[in-house]
Nanobody, 113 residues
Framework: QVQLVESGGGLVQAGGSLRLSCEAS????????MAWYRQAPGKQRELVAD???????TYADSVQGRFIISRDNSKNTVYLQMNSLKIEDTAVYYC???????WGQGTQVIVSS
């Protein structure tokens, strides 16, 4: 079983930036699509962005042009660079490893006005 550990969440003002990181414990990371999801209070978990083994990316319409997902296979780490943050980006952000359907514990992002 792989472990995913997220970091980088916190409190930021609207318009600011944060960078989330998710480190995986095993080499399976290099063989799997990785994704970031988020869940706001009272809402369902939603896909934010994903990145394939080869680096192809997809984004939710709500974050397109503001967020960038990337991966470093040498570090077993996936990143989410979040720019121009909005209050509606407030949520717990989760890392997901598709191959094993594994989830991280989540990291809280709060965007204030």
């Amino acid at each position: 079983q792989v472990q995913l550990v997220e970091s980088g969440g916190g409190l930021v003002q609207a318009g600011g930036s944060l960078r989330l990181s998710c480190e995986a414990s095993g080499l399976i990371f290099r063989l799997s699509t990785m994704a970031w999801y988020r869940q706001a209070p009272g809402k369902q978990r939603e896909l934010v962005a994903d990145i394939s083994i080869r680096g192809s990316t997809t984004y939710a319409d709500s974050v397109q042009g503001r967020f960038i997902i990337s991966r470093d296979n040498s570090k077993n780490t996936v990143y989410l660079q979040m720019n121009s943050l909005k209050i509606e980006d407030t949520a717990v952000y989760y890392c997901h490893l598709l191959t094993l359907d594994s989830w991280g514990q989540g990291t809280q992002v709060i965007v204030s006005s």
